[in-house]
């Protein structure tokens, strides 16, 4: 299943860029709407190859990657290493 969600971001410099539907962009900021897509809908797309490492640095938007990757995550057994941003989980998305 896509969901389409708000990708927040400054436009002179988009690696502060976050998805997330319980906050606005602050003024000078553009947002955009893409399709957001769960790993477990991706990964039979690879086809039989096997995944060995995940990265995940999302922006407080950890919880969904990992409830859309469970059947991924429990089939492949990948190294998973992610970013926790404690500021991003409590601005973004109202949870630490």
Not at 55 to 61: L, R, S
Request: net charge negative; no cysteine.
């Amino acid at each position: 299943m896509t969901s389409n969600l708000p990708l927040t971001y400054a436009p002179a410099d988009r690696t502060g860029a976050f998805v997330s539907h319980r906050t606005t962009a602050s003024t000078g900021h553009t947002v955009e709407t893409i399709a957001i897509r769960k790993l477990d809908e991706v990964t039979p797309e690879l086809g039989s190859g096997r995944i060995d490492f995940v990265k995940i640095d999302v922006e407080g938007f950890e919880a969904d990657v990992i409830r859309g990757a469970a059947n991924m995550l429990e089939t492949h057994h990948p190294v998973a290493v992610l970013e926790l941003n404690h500021w991003a989980l409590n601005a973004l998305q109202r949870t630490n």
